[in-house]
């Protein structure tokens, strides 16, 4: 197996590639790998968005290897909190990066002009991109997929609107229906003024000719698809949380006003699923196909033809442009999400800037002039609509500041006690309980992945459990995580890639570390990345949790500010903080 990066710069124009063993070797891949080559890349206190902000990209040693592999990670400067930008995206691209040979990518500088970097296999292109810059990043993928054709394995990311006006929180498409959507790569591929990157491969990857190789994959195999691990994914998909969450008060309605929506079986994955789902599809090497695509039919004019559009959801975009802004029907959360995709927003952050802003409208902290007359109210969609596209081209001071996600404009009109942030990023679709809210602001990337704090919640629930014992199971997540996402696997898959089928999985690619390695791997890594984090100036002890997580009932009822300030006083204390 190659394990090499290649390093791209945009200001020279040069590419070149440096065989990183002993990386590969101490690191594992994915976000092992991408933290210390951020880390190398990446001086202290660069502007997010200045050349010397490097972006990166990893596969791990199983990607393309194992079913589910099938993530990819992106390390670079957030320009939205101004510290660690981690996303992971799936689609294509690990193939495409596995087929063509490269287990990191690192882009460095600044293009002088709109460019797009295209790979093949070894051979590395910028291209002239002036003529899609400006162009919307579903259209943009279209274009360059005919432009780019050839043999091969292959991945189209690119960027929209948002990404081109530097927004802190656009994303990068992926593909079909996948991003990079958090913390902002959109801004910094626009920076760089790189539009988009396609890469194909045509390289054949060798699986080992193992009896044991086989037989870990078949063991793997059968658990994806013969056991109930991964139905849930497939059926109805993430979106089936919406009704159980409701059911149990922590589905965050019109800016975390409440928890349980009165229409939220209008959205929910159910109703969706009967009378939207048009089909279902997988990134590359998944047999499970979890990425549910609705049907939203629209009139081009009254009386006149329809139009069909496919559009994908799944429970976090249902909660941020649905229940979070009062959405009831099923066409105003498609169209929406379709907006955010056209601009290439994120729309986890995209949804939260616009519940805080209907709330301050709402409570006269802004005026009909600052929001040039759209009208911020719940459920009113087609004002929605023209404030996403308001944001992204900031047409004045406020539009400006929702721009810049939704601390700036709290700071600047008033109402920080509902600005739902934790660590500087928008928060996930739970209101479970306190483990959500430290597991967010303590994690990596201030994201709902980190470490599951709302399903622990959902456990505390079920069964009593002490705060210390919460901030033990946020710990034993963070670190374990940091496994399994430098193998860069499918979180969905967590269940069956247990610490036995990791081992032996390795193992079969000739990569023998043990479970308790493994262990101290994990530590490793979250220590790096807290690394580049406190480098960067994030300072845990001074993270701000919004009052309205206090004021609002949660799954296991009202949260006492007492007992997160106690979690992450316990945090800090379990980490010898
Ligand atoms: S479960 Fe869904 S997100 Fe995960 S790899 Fe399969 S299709 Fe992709």
Redesign the pocket.
Known sequence: MLRRVLYIDLTTGESWFEQRDGLFEEWLGGTGVATQLLLEECPPGADPLSPQAPIIFSIGPLSAMYP?M?KTVAQFKSPLTGELGESYA?GRLAMAMRFAGHESIVIRGRAQRPSYISIRDDEVKIRDATSVWGINAMRTGVILRDREKGVGRRSIIRIGPAGENLIPYAGVVVDTYRHFGRLGLGAAFGSKNLKALVISGTEDVAVPESRRYREVYNRIYNMVVQTDA?DK?HDIGTPININVLNQLKGLPTRNFQSTSFSEAENISGETLADHYLIRRV??AH?P????HIGMLKTAFTEHHEFEVRKVSYDFELIYSLGSNLGVKTPEGLLELIESCERWGLDAISAGVVLGWATEAYERDLITPQETLGVPLQWNNVKGYIKALENIVKRPNDFYSALARGVDYPSQKYGGQDFAMSLGGNEVAGYHTGPASIVGQTVGVRHSHLDNAGYSIDQKAAKKQLAPSAMVDQIIKEDDSRGVFNSLVG?L??RGVYNEENIVDALASVGINKTREELDVLGRRIFQEKYRFKVREGFDLARQRVPRRFYETVSTLGMVDPETVEEMLRLYRQRRGW
């Open positions: 589910v099938t799936g991964m994914y997988s990134c998944c499970i196909g979890c990425i499918c969905f898959a």
